[in-house]
């Protein structure tokens, strides 16, 4: 599965960004999608997901509320609205893809395989 990154750029503090995340393999609905973000210096943290259906969907807390993850499986997209934008959301955004995913798994970077090229998010002050 290839995945491609897109929708980022610099926003004012309060503003919003919608993310998008291309796949490349026709079985995309099979697959659960996450988003995660680095920050400078920092580790790579879990942002969103959403299963395979889209029936389900997870955040951090720090996002929850602002930020909402869906999906397009016709046409093999997922998106992440980003709302209320603060200067700490402030990061490189990735999304990553797994085949199936139970729900005690899906916030665990570490079961997560493919992963796209990242597309920078910068909130100003």
């Known amino acids: 599965v290839q995945l491609q990154a897109s929708g980022g750029g610099l926003v004012q503090a309060g503003g919003s960004l919608r993310l998008s995340c291309a796949a490349s393999r026709r079985t995309f609905s099979n697959y659960a999608m996450g988003w995660f973000r680095q920050a400078p210096g920092k580790e790579r943290e879990f942002v969103a997901a959403i299963r395979w259906s889209g029936g389900s969907t997870y955040y951090a807390d720090s996002v929850k509320g602002r930020f909402a993850i869906s999906r397009d499986n016709a046409k093999n997209t997922v998106f992440l609205q980003m709302n209320s934008l603060k200067p700490e959301d402030t990061a490189v955004y990735y999304c990553?893809?797994?085949?199936?995913?139970?729900?005690?798994?899906?916030?665990?970077?570490?079961?997560?395989?493919?992963w796209g090229q990242g597309t920078l998010v910068t909130v100003s002050s």
């Open positions: 990553a893809a797994k085949s199936g995913g139970i729900s005690s798994t899906m916030r665990d970077i570490k079961t997560y395989v493919y």
